[in-house]
C-alpha cells in the first residue's frame, strides 16, 4: 500500500523537488504539476495530501502564483517552510555551442536572478517564459518536439536528468541567492508552537481610506510582533484594490500574535490565516518583556479584578 501524495511544481529536476525531499516521507509518492495552480488544486480535491510550492525568493521577492492561489479559493494551511539555495546553468542540446544561442528559456523568477549574467555574456539573446525551470530543460530532451528556443537557465540536476550539455556553470547575479517553498495541507490541528515559529495571513481591506495600511501595521507594532514579509496583491476585483500578504513572527497560539490577529479582524474586510508553522532557520523570535504571554495574562487579570471591583 502506498504512503501518502506530495504534489509538487514539476517536472523532476525543479528547486521545488529539492525542497519536497526536505519534508516527504519515505513512503511518500511525488507527484510532479505543470504549475502551482495545479499542485495547489490537487491538495484542494483530495488526489494530493500536500503540496510544496515555491513562495518567496531573495532577489525577486513573492512568488505571485502561490501567493494569489492561497490568497483565493477553498482555504489551505501553510505547515512548514524550507529555504533551498539557488545555482543555475545554462544547459542545451549537445551540440550546441554558446555562441548558437540566440532565445533562452526559464521560470520568471530564474531569468530574473540570471539577467545581468545573460546581458553581459550573450546581450543579443531573448527570454522565452516557461512553467518551470526544469519544464524549460525538459523541453530539449531528446525526443522532445523542437522547441522555440536554444537553451535553459535550470538547475543542475535537471540538465542531468534530461541529457544535456552545460554550456555554462554558476549562472546567477547573486551567490547567496535561496528560494523559500512552504508545505501546505488542507486546514486541520495546529502544531504546537515552539519558539521560533512564523504565522502566514492575507488581510483585505473594508475599505481604502488614509491611513488603512497604517492601521493594520498598528495592530503588530503595539504588541511587538515583527513582520518578516508584507507584499501587495491585487484582489481582482477592480482595478486599485489590494490585499496583503503578511508573514509575521510567532505562532497564533502566542498572546501577542493573537491578539494582532484580532485587531485585525475587527478592522479588515477579511482576515485569512494560513498557518503558524515553524521557521526554517529555527532562530528563536526575540519577545520583549512587555509582550510576552505571561505579560498578556497579568494586564488581563488586572482588568478583571478592576471589573469585579477587588482591586
Known sequence: MSGPTYAYLGPQGTFTEAALRQVMPEDAVAQPMPSVDAALAAVRAG??????????????????????????????????????????????????ALADVRRIASHPHGWAQCRGWAAAHLPSATYVPALST????????????????????????????????????????????VTRFVLVQRPGPLAAPTGADKTSLVAFQADDHPGGLLEMLEQFATRGVNLSRIESRPTGELLGSYCFSIDCEGHVADARVAEALMGLRRTCREVRFLGSYPRASAQSVTVTPSTTDGAFADAAEWLDRLRTGAE
Not at 482555504?75 to 546553468?89: A, H, N
Open 134 to 177: 526544469a519544464g524549460a530543460a525538459e523541453g530539449l530532451s531528446d525526443g522532445a518536439p523542437v522547441p522555440g528556443y536554444d537553451a535553459a537557465l535550470c538547475a543542475p540536476l535537471a540538465a542531468q536528468r534530461f541529457g544535456l550539455s552545460v554550456l555554462a556553470e554558476d549562472v546567477g547575479d547573486n551567490a547567496a541567492a
Open 47 to 96: 488526489t494530493a495530501d500536500a503540496a510544496v510550492v515555491p513562495i518567496e525568493n531573495s532577489v525577486e521577492g513573492g512568488v505571485s502564483a502561490t501567493l494569489d492561489a492561497l490568497a483565493n479559493g477553498t482555504p489551505l494551511r501553510v505547515t512548514r517552510e524550507m529555504l533551498v539555495p539557488i545555482t543555475f546553468v545554462l544547459a542545451a542540446r549537445p551540440g550546441t
